[in-house]
Each structure stands twice: as structure tokens, then as C-alpha cells.
């Protein structure tokens, strides 16, 4: 089942009641609670359709989430996509500290934004217990491109990982399927698998 969620809500909840409600949401607790973060455009909404139904869907920019449940081989993902604007970046905290594991969606393409996502990690991340962070490189049409290690690397340094504490691995994907990355899901799965293994380390089962 497919959830859209826009922070403006019908009911005049004020925004206490919609993160009881959300806590609520969480309780009914999939194997794998993640929340999916990054800047806007950064393509999180394409990667989660990619994961829930193998194709690629036209997307807008999220205001407010959108949540989704699917499975990678046997583990069960519960993805909370969290809209990257300005506006919506101070309420991520409040997604992320309810969830087991983070993915963090940066544009390999836009080095110009590497370093402002680096802050905006660094944010999310301060005193989240050292929850498991999965970078995925986005936008990295083909796989072969002989100078995509050397991209990753230098937005690695851009994003200023390395002086975060935090459990993290770094997977470069493309959600857009093209002449050069016939099947996306050849690289985004392992992504989500070593998601799905570190927190299963980490939290052990959920009930």
C-alpha cells in the first residue's frame, strides 16, 4: 500500500499531535525501520519506487513523506522518504530518532551541493546513537564510467564523513534505468542488504 503525507493536514493537528501519531506508526514495527534523508533533488522518492515496485516513476518534490514497505530477499523494509527542502530539514531529527537505520541520498552530479549535504548529515546524524547510515552516490548512470571511484571519493571528502562518528558504508547507484545501468536494482539492492545486515547487528530482530 502506498502513503503520501503532507504536512499540512486536514484534521488542524499541531505538529506534537503529528509526530504522536508518526511514534504510533513506528510502534507497528516492520524487521527493518529506516528513514530515508537527503538535499532535495537528490532522487530519494525514484530510489524508494525503484525498491517497492522495479520501475522507475515520475516523481515531484515531497512535501511532507511518503512511506513504503517492501522486501529485499528476506528482510522487510518499513522506508520512510522525508522531503529535502529548507523548510522540511528540521523535522528529519524527528523521523530519524524513531527509526533503526538511515539512508542518505546525495546527487554524484551536483558536487557544487557536497558539501551543504555534508552539513545537513552532519545535523541529522549529532547524537543519534550511532545509528547505521547508508550513503548511496546517486545519479551514477554507468557503473563503468572509469572516474566514478575517484567521484565518490572527493564527495566522500566534500560531505566530511570521515569525522563523523558514525557506522556508515558508501554504494554509488542509479535509480533511472538507461542504456549503461539496464537493471538498477543490480546496485541498489546490496545497498539495502548491507542496510538490513548492520542494523540486524546492531538492534537484532524486530518483533
Known amino acids: 500500500m502506498s502513503h503520501f503525507y503532507n504536512i499540512k ?9 503529528i509526530l504522536s501519531r508518526l511514534k504510533d506508526c513506528f510502534r507497528k514495527s516492520y524487521l527493518k525501520e529506516i528513514t530515508m534523508v537527503g538535499l532535495d533533488g537528490a532522487g530519494k522518492t525514484t530510489i524508494l519506487y525503484q525498491m517497492k515496485i522495479s520501475s522507475t516513476v515520475e516523481t515531484i518534490p515531497t512535501i511532507g513523506f511518503n512511506v513504503e514497505s517492501f522486501n529485499v530477499g528476506k528482510t522487510k523494509f518499513n522506508v520512510w ?8 530539514r528540521p523535522l528529519w531529527n524527528h ?3 524513531m527509526s533503526r537505520g538511515i539512508i542518505f541520498v546525495v546527487d554524484i552530479i551536483d558536487s557544487n551541493r557536497w558539501k551543504s549535504a555534508g552539513k545537513a548529515l552532519g545535523d541529522v546524524v549529532r547524537g543519534m546513537e550511532r545509528k547505521p ?5 546517486n545519479k551514477a548512470d554507468d557503473p563503468n564510467d572509469p572516474c566514478l571511484n575517484q567521484k565518490v571519493q572527493t564527495m566522500v571528502e566534500d560531505l566530511g564523513v570521515k569525522d563523523m562518528n558514525i557506522i556508515y558504508e558508501v554504494f554509488h547507484c542509479s535509480a533511472i534505468q538507461g542504456p549503461n545501468n539496464p537493471n538498477p536494482l543490480e546496485r ?3 545497498a539495502f542488504e548491507w542496510i ?6 546492531k ?5
Open 9 to 17: 493536514n486536514k484534521e488542524g493537528l499541531n505538529m506534537g499531535e
Open 133 to 137: 547510515v547508508l550513503i548511496l552516490a
Open 188 to 190: 541498489l539492492v546490496p
Open 95 to 97: 523521523y530519524v530518532e
Open 203 to 207: 538492534y537484532g530482530e524486530s518483533k
Open 196 to 201: 538490513g545486515n548492520t542494523v540486524k547487528e
Open 81 to 88: 522518504d522525508i522531503g529535502g527542502q529548507d523548510a522540511i
